[in-house]
């Protein structure tokens, strides 16, 4: 048992949980407020127009979505901030991806994506496979590819930079 010591893993921010826990509670409060003031009512033998209530529910109602809307904004700003994070370094890890060469043994003897097939057939066009093949033996990196280059490149330049 060299390793006996547990994992650490980090825990979310107690901002973040707490931000949660008060939308949840707000939600909550919101909910049982108002149904709670609609149950009194039928209680007393009447209805929520009958006694005064629906006043009442009308401005819990409009308090809680105005709270529940401002604890959203609190915790829309901390998962707008992750997304760009996450954009930033996808595109710094894609710039980087797209540069390196694929074929490793590419300009080499040795190179076994180096040789071509082609045929032709009566008049037609010859066939060939060095159109597949050649950018990889002359040592292309992902961006450099016919097909797949332009597509990488227009999924690098979408992300956000900083």
Wanted: aromatic share 0%; no cysteine.
């Amino acid at each position: 048992m060299l390793n006996s010591r547990p994992a650490r893993h980090r825990a979310p921010s107690q901002r973040v949980l707490l931000r949660a826990g008060l939308l949840a509670t707000v939600l909550g409060a919101a909910a049982l407020g108002s149904g709670g003031q609609a149950a009194m009512a039928a209680e007393h033998g009447g209805t929520a127009e009958k006694s005064g209530v629906a006043e009442n529910l009308d401005a819990a109602g409009k308090g809680g979505a105005v709270a529940a809307r401002s604890a959203a904004e609190g915790l829309a700003a901390p998962a707008r901030e992750t997304v760009r994070g996450t954009g930033i370094a996808l595109a710094r890890t894609l710039e980087t991806v797209t540069g390196l060469q694929l074929d490793p043994l590419a300009n080499t003897g040795t190179d076994p994506l180096d040789n071509a097939v082609g045929t032709q057939v009566a008049d037609f066009r010859a066939v060939s496979t060095a159109a597949l093949t050649g950018p990889l033996a002359r040592g292309a990196s992902l961006g450099e590819l016919p097909l797949v280059g332009p597509v990488a490149n227009g999924v690098i330049s979408a992300l956000p930079r900083s």
